[in-house]
Nanobody, 130 residues
């Protein structure tokens, strides 16, 4: 069973940058698509970005395209999310999650399909404020 732990959250001023990391323990990390999701207070959890098993395919929510960049290092069992030009509306708890073993990247119209991700980390808080 894969276990995921997020890190890298914090307080940043508008326009600043943060880099989130998702560290995985367990077997077969290479065979899981991984996604980043976020949940702001009073709002539903939404997809931010996701990446295929090999890293060759990625997807981004329209709200973060051109500002956020997802990558993975299968040798280190990590997936990173580089977040640039942060805005107050990016404030949320950020979660990483794994899709089913051997599952292709679950994306519909560039959106990561949240109900296709089954293993979740505990989340890391990102606050964008001056």
């Amino acid at each position: 069973q894969l276990q995921l732990v997020e890190s890298g959250g914090g307080l940043v001023q508008p326009g600043g940058s943060l880099r989130l990391s998702c560290a995985a323990s367990g077997d077969f990390f290479d065979y899981y698509a991984i996604g980043w999701f976020r949940q702001a207070p009073g709002k539903e959890r939404e997809g931010v970005s996701c990446i295929s098993m090999s890293g060759g395919r990625t997807s981004y929510a329209d709200s973060v395209k051109g500002r956020f960049f997802i990558s993975r290092d299968n040798a280190k069992n990590t997936v990173n999310l580089a977040m640039n030009s942060l805005k107050p509306e990016d404030t949320a708890v950020y979660y990483c999650a794994a899709a089913g073993l051997y599952s292709p990247l679950p994306v519909v119209q560039s959106m990561c399909v949240i109900h296709e991700f089954f293993t979740w980390g505990q989340g890391t808080q990102v606050t964008v404020s001056s």
